[in-house]
């Protein structure tokens, strides 16, 4: 069964240091989330791509978070400089359009200290 | 103030017993709704998938959209302690807005 794929599953960085998540959607799926979620919370949504471009990015902290998705497959979120408050799971999903059931990874657990 | 509230738990039940989980929400604009299921340190996994109001039944599960009250609800028969997770329910408008509540634990004892 395809799944989404994403890598660390944790990462343990200081404040201030730089930290880079990826993720590979199911095949063919055409749009990809990134969400944060922290502990007690349900996900909210920080970017989202159709293909390689931007859909929406209106909550991303775009002061220190950065996301790519160069061809229209794979994709990569940075944070530079991470802070104490980034500490949250980091969900990417997949879907194959905009108006279809998304497919989540397992997810990153990030901890800044 | 969020768009879909749903409480935070945890809901503790015996085996056997049926699990009733609420939501409400405010955005008039949400046609589709969504149950995931989430284990500890995981990402949710899709459990049902609705379109507008009335009933929806899969296996042990069965959803349900009251949208003139903005109520949706999840039921899930002959409980087991594999069933304990997090809860997560979500609406989406037709433009693919996208909002999930902030999830309800459910503990299930043998």
């Known amino acids: 069964e395809a799944e989404v794929a994403q890598s660390p599953r944790y990462k343990i960085t200081e404040k201030s240091q730089a930290v880079a998540f990826w993720c590979d959607p199911i095949?063919?799926?055409?749009?990809l989330y990134w969400y944060r979620q922290i502990l007690g919370q349900g996900p909210e949504l920080l970017v989202q791509?159709?293909?390689?471009?931007?859909?929406?990015d209106s909550q991303l902290p775009k002061d220190r978070f950065s996301a790519e998705r160069l061809k229209g497959v794979d994709s990569t979120l940075k944070i530079q400089p991470a802070e104490l408050g980034d500490s949250a799971m980091y969900l990417c999903?997949?879907?194959?359009?905009?108006?279809?059931?998304?497919?989540f990874g397992p997810g990153t657990r990030l901890t800044v200290l | 103030q969020k768009e879909v509230e749903q409480d935070p738990g945890p809901l503790s039940v015996p085996e056997g017993a049926i699990v009733s989980l609420n939501c409400t929400y405010s955005n008039s604009a949400f046609q589709y709704f969504m149950w995931y299921r989430q284990y500890s340190r995981k990402g949710p996994e899709l459990l049902m998938y609705?379109?507008?109001?009335g009933n929806k039944e899969d296996g042990r599960f069965t959803a349900q959209v009251d949208k003139s009250s903005k109520y949706i609800s999840l039921f899930i028969r002959d409980s087991q302690p594999s069933d304990s997770a997090t809860y997560l329910c979500a609406g989406r408008d037709s433009w693919g807005k996208f909002q999930f509540g902030a999830g309800t634990q459910v503990v299930v004892t043998p």
């Open positions: 999903a997949s879907s194959l359009s905009g108006l279809d059931e998304q497919f």
């Open positions: 791509f159709q293909d390689e471009s931007v859909v929406d």
């Open positions: 095949s063919g799926h055409a749009t």
């Open positions: 609705t379109y507008s109001s």
